[in-house]
């Protein structure tokens, strides 16, 4: 009965109530709609895995099993499955253009009927039609061939056959392609072999079948295999699904084959970034919720003072403690209860608006899960605001002592211990000893199907996140505090000779104002750590498509097109082409080894490709390019080659390069200036970048390999497709848009776009509550005070002084440390999960709009709350004395 | 010589109602009522509770404006600069702020009036030495009893010198001991300065040493054999 006649005296405090509810909601809405986006992701994670393998299953038939049992068996298991020979041949020969050209061994592929519809992305059509015989794009390069050419295949033992060329193909995954099946990751190929010819299984048997006869050793078969996709959502329980199923296979053949699993491979990868994505959930999403429960309890504290009377007032006519909490869960329940529905609206909301319907939550089960969690944590936390300091209060406090309202309460006992401090020493700690692995944050020991987070890693930007928040408070405390007039100093601006009182009020209610400015300066760190990092992940993502793709558009010449830079003018006459940077392209042998050279313009290529300082070794991108520009038979190097062949700077280094001219391989002397760790459209190993002209000179060839298409602004897919429209398929252009979603892990490869926005967004609700709600509530419950003050005569200005002076100190100190806090995490955080960044940062990115937006949305609603303080104390100050 | 006369009323208020709300739920709390208040006066409202004496009380304070008549102040001034200044009130219940101690609160209409903090303080020391409250001087008005309050209410309405003394209800929470001193020291100082004092009571005690007594009454103020400067 007391409670029903408690709800009803609730609903005349709507206000307050609301504001509760409120935070509770955002909590709620914030969980909700991250959890059940990451969830999203992980499903979209696994899909993105499935989908960039070729071949699922390459089932390699052992020596003495027999094919045709092995392909019953995998046929029985998967939904499609496909014979494959593998001959190794002793080298390949072909003469054009009056020169004779020969490559080392290569393999011959010899692919059924029906192979290109079962695994479509495998071979990737360059020149040719497409059918018959094919030859790998890099092979074409070496023997100088074209479509209609004739090859001969080199057989050992046997006499060589002759083929005719119909086409010139890429094959995107030639790593796992010639994979040796069975053999762990450290004794895999380094790279694929560089002469490959694909041929139809008719021919190749015809080829090959004799050789098998005397040298069984040089011909295998192999199953490839396409599993049913009907997988897990999440990636690790989608693994262990795919390698189960690999392992049953090999134990049912009983030796008769092995699998080469690339599905689960693809897979292993997608889990660790699942993991990635859950860490991001938690550094993304907890301190949010964490803030909204802080919120809601500042809100619920703002009405302490009004709580306790109504309390003392209620033990004088007899309530007992325990009535009191059953009141207070009462309240908690309603509050928690219309803030978490509240809440669930908002985030079905939210996620249509920023994820789509479609994303939102991997399936109906998983969306309910996040949704009755956030609920029940929107609950906890309005019983932690509400019934935890009802239940203190009733249990503690005497009807008397239900009266203070500011008190001369000693400092909390955690300031006294040091507890901010003891927290950031932990947090430097902590950070020192993950520093100290790398920065592992995902734990994937190889070949075992377990995997997991170090979640300890985390709680270095956490304990940094809560001891500075601690730090802040302790700061404000003791400014305020001091008895040198720093209240005073502080207050001077806004109340002039009024200074001294108005100081007076802001030193006895430091405690408030401290834990004021200690959750703006926590929600400010929040923002701006989560800014800062989403910017730079960004930034990054773009970073690394540009290292892929090379500009903003980039047109690489067809096999056997020969185009010297003057193509540029063409490319440039394309409109939204603001510049065109030509690239060279060309083989090198490095010893026995074949790298990819390119030939720059040192002068342009720095701007036009946007080249990074973490690209190079030794210095930044521009002074390598200068030093490299000062040489001009200078060459920069992979670190392992330098390694390899114990390299110092000024070494000679002699390359064989092919002239074009007399198309033999000649000795071109380059003498080493740096270092080169990666190069835009440069394969991730080896590579040698120089001087074009000196390349062009000594190649009798300016041929450029590629143009760097730079838009300026304009949409790069727009201009991709206006330049495919001018040079049809006489080039290959890909756009940057498309190379984002191509490149990177899959977590990269995730948009973070939607999540990036809803994060933001919370964190500008959360800094206009903190700011605007939280003072506007602190000024309600001071409205008796400053009745008062009108009463005794103070203008409106004098009122301001006190509403100004606390307002400025909460906002502009919690601001200040915020950002300090706030930039201080973003480093930490780039540190501890750079496991996310491929290639890590050199510097943050800062998103100054951004900031400058929560800035002013936090002022903006300071303002608000204080006009409409001093505009409501003025037009009703009887009323409010009145009224308590 | 500035816009007000030194030598005419310090109040009046002339057929002044003051209404709470509108339509059906409108609340008169005072009916017509018309009044002078001159200088050495000493007034007793007195009424039972909800009679409409803090209205009156409050209007005669220039706090509210009433919904009907007209109130001046002849001798003060215009309403923007009664207080601080010229009225000091002291408010029925609890009105010490909270965050400042006992000096503090009482030098406060001082400092708003724009007097120096230090010589405000001096003067607020003084005002509570004459209502015997000299070792309050630090503390904080959750520390003290409501008696404490009041009286600390009071020091603080004294200390402004004002020409228009009104307390609204000074010896609610004060035992018959302390009551009387109040009203002594709120006599004295009133007489000092030759200004008046309105006090609104309940008590027949207190209003007995009044020199006038204005009866309240459901929001009408009526004329008491002793005054003859108000009429309802």
């Given amino acids: 009965m007391l409670g029903l006649t408690w709800l009803r005296g609730m609903m005349r405090r709507s206000g307050r109530l609301g504001a509760t509810a409120l935070g509770v909601a955002i909590a709620v809405a914030l969980l909700a709609s991250i959890g059940t986006f990451l969830a999203g992701s992980q499903a979209t994670m696994t899909k993105r895995a499935v989908q960039a393998v070729a071949v699922d299953w390459q089932v390699g038939v052992q020596p003495g099993g027999d094919a045709n049992t092995v392909l019953d068996a995998v046929r029985a298991r998967t939904v499609s499955a496909l014979p494959v020979g593998f001959a190794q041949t002793s080298g390949l020969q072909a003469t054009t253009g009056g020169s004779t050209q020969t490559t080392g061994p290569g393999f011959v592929l010899g692919l059924p009927d029906g192979y290109r519809n079962a695994f479509p992305t495998t071979i990737r059509d360059l020149a040719g039609t497409g059918n018959g015989v094919l030859v790998a794009q890099q092979t074409a390069a070496n023997l100088h061939i074209a479509p209609g050419d004739t090859i001969t295949i080199g057989r050992t033992g046997l006499a060589a056959v002759r083929v005719r060329v119909n086409g010139v193909v890429d094959l995107p995954q030639a790593d796992s392609l010639f994979q040796k099946i069975g053999a762990p990751a450290g004794a895999q190929p380094q790279s694929p072999p560089d002469n490959v010819l694909l041929v139809p299984a008719r021919a190749w048997h015809a080829m090959f079948d004799p050789l098998f006869a005397v040298r069984p050793d040089l011909v295998s078969t192999q199953i490839h295999a396409r599993l049913s996709h009907a997988l897990a959502h999440d990636p690790s329980s989608a693994f262990t699904q795919v390698s189960g199923a690999a392992r049953n296979l090999e134990v049912s053949l009983a030796g008769g084959g092995l699998v080469g699993d690339n599905l689960a491979a693809a897979l292993d990868a997608a889990r660790s970034d699942a993991l990635y994505a859950q860490v991001l959930f938690l550094f993304l999403g907890l301190p949010g919720a964490v803030l909204a429960g802080l919120l809601t309890t500042a809100v619920a504290a703002s009405g302490a003072n009004r709580r306790r009377h109504e309390q003392a007032l209620l033990r004088t006519r007899g309530a007992t403690a325990r009535t009191l909490v059953r009141i207070a869960v009462l309240e908690a329940t309603v509050v928690g209860g219309v803030g978490a529905l509240a809440g669930l609206v908002a985030a079905t909301m939210v996620g249509r608006a920023a994820f789509g319907s479609a994303s939102f939550g991997a399936t109906t089960e998983n969306a309910l899960e996040f949704s009755v969690g956030a609920a029940l944590i929107g609950l906890t936390i309005a019983a932690l605001a509400i019934t935890l300091p009802a239940w203190r209060d009733a249990r503690s406090i005497t009807v008397v002592g239900a009266r203070h309202v500011v008190g001369r309460t000693p400092a909390p006992r955690w300031l006294r211990v040091g507890l901010d401090l003891l927290l950031l020493a932990v947090s430097g700690l902590v950070f020192w000893l993950t520093s100290r692995s790398g920065y592992k944050l995902v734990l994937a020991p190889e070949g075992t199907p377990s995997i997991s987070v170090n979640y300890w890693a985390l709680a270095g930007p956490a304990l940094l996140w809560a001891g500075a928040g601690l730090l802040a408070w302790r700061v404000a405390y003791m400014l305020l505090g001091t008895p040198a007039g720093i209240a005073r100093l502080l207050a001077r601006p806004f109340s002039g000779r009024l200074a001294g009182t108005v100081g007076a009020t802001m030193r006895r209610q430091r405690r408030l104002l401290a834990s004021a400015l200690a959750l703006v300066a926590l929600i400010t760190a929040f923002a701006a750590s989560t800014s800062v990092f989403n910017s730079t992940y960004k930034a990054q993502a773009d970073v690394d498509a540009r290292l892929t793709n090379g500009g903003d558009v980039t047109v690489t010449e067809a096999p056997g097109v020969t185009v010297g830079p003057a193509a540029a003018r063409d490319i440039a006459s394309v409109p939204g082409v603001h510049a065109v940077e030509p690239l060279q392209h060309r083989f090198a042998y490095v010893g026995a080894d074949l790298q990819d050279l390119y030939g720059v313009r040192t002068a342009t290529i720095v701007d036009a490709t946007k080249l990074q300082n973490t690209y190079f070794q030794g210095g930044t991108a521009r002074e390598l390019m200068r030093k490299l520009g000062a040489q001009p038979n200078g060459i920069l190097l992979s670190a392992e080659t330098v390694k390899d062949f114990q390299l110092n700077s000024g070494d000679q280094v002699r390359l064989r390069l092919r002239d074009v001219r007399s198309t033999r391989l000649i000795e071109v002397p380059f003498r080493y200036v740096g270092v080169a760790k990666e190069f835009p459209t440069a394969p991730r190993d080896s590579f040698l970048v120089a001087n074009a002209d000196y390349v062009a000179q000594r190649t009798s060839s300016d041929a450029v390999g590629a143009f760097l298409v730079d838009t300026s602004g304009s949409s790069p897919r727009a201009v991709a497709d206006r330049l495919r429209s001018r040079f049809g398929t006489s080039a290959a252009i890909a756009d940057i848009t498309s190379a984002r979603k191509t490149v990177g892990t899959s977590l990269t490869a995730v948009d973070l776009a939607g999540l990036t926005r809803v994060e933001l967004g919370f964190a500008l609700v959360l800094a206009a509550a903190a700011t605007g709600l939280v003072l506007a509530l602190g000024f309600a419950e001071r409205r008796r005070m400053f009745a008062i003050a009108l009463a005794l005569g103070a203008k409106p200005r004098q009122l301001g002084g006190f509403v100004w002076s606390d307002a400025a100190f909460v906002t502009a100190g919690g601001l200040l440390a915020g950002a300090l806090v706030g930039l201080s995490l973003a480093l930490m955080l780039v540190k501890v999960l750079t496991g996310v960044f491929d290639p890590p940062p050199a510097v943050l990115s800062v998103p100054w709009a951004y900031l400058t937006t929560v800035a002013a949305v936090a002022i903006a609603a300071v303002v608000i709350a204080g006009t409409t303080t001093i505009r409501r104390a003025r037009t009703a100050p009887v009323a409010v004395l009145r009224e308590l | ?232």
């Fill in chain 2, 1 to 232: 010589m500035t816009d007000h006369d030194t030598n005419a009323a310090l109040v009046r208020c002339d057929a002044v109602a003051r209404t709470y709300g509108s339509g059906r739920t409108a609340v008169v709390a005072l009916h017509g009522a018309t009044c002078e208040i001159w200088p050495g006066e000493h007034i007793a409202l007195m009424g039972a509770s909800g009679s409409g004496k803090s209205t009156l009380m409050h209007l005669l304070a220039g706090l509210e404006e009433p919904t009907a008549g007209t109130i001046t102040w002849p001798a003060l001034g215009d309403r923007t600069s009664l207080r601080p200044g010229p009225i000091a009130l002291v408010l029925q219940g609890p009105s010490l702020l909270a965050p400042l101690d006992v000096v503090e609160n009482v030098a406060l209409p001082l400092v708003l009036d724009g007097i120096d903090e230090v010589r405000a303080q001096e003067r607020a020391r003084g005002a509570l030495a004459r209502l015997e409250l000299t070792e309050l001087h630090d503390k904080l008005p959750e520390e003290l009893s409501g008696g404490q309050m009041q009286r600390v209410a009071i020091a603080r309405a004294l200390v402004q010198q004002p020409r228009l003394l009104l307390a609204d209800e000074p010896t609610g929470q004060l035992d018959h001991h302390t009551a009387a001193h109040v009203i002594d020291v709120l006599l004295e100082a009133a007489s000092e300065s030759d200004a008046a004092l309105v006090v609104s009571t309940h008590d027949p005690a207190v209003a007995e040493r009044l020199n006038q007594l204005w009866p309240v009454a459901d929001g009408r103020l009526t004329v008491n054999a002793r005054s003859s400067a108000c009429s309802a």
